[in-house]
């Protein structure tokens, strides 16, 4: 069975935050932004999700 990280929500956002982190720090990201990055963006997602569900 073939399982792409991707295709997770979380794995999905915590890229994007890692990209995002990385931009802004100009480099390498700072590890605590990029997780909270990850988590502020996860939230906004499943909040998005629950209101297409409705």
Request: proline share 6%; net charge negative.
């Amino acid at each position: 069975m073939n399982h792409d990280p991707l295709d997770d929500l979380f794995h999905s956002c915590a890229l994007r935050a890692f990209v995002e982190q990385s931009q802004i720090d100009q480099g390498w990201p700072d590890p605590e932004a990029t997780r909270q990055l990850a988590y502020l963006l996860y939230e906004q997602a499943l909040a998005e999700r629950c209101q297409v569900k409705r």
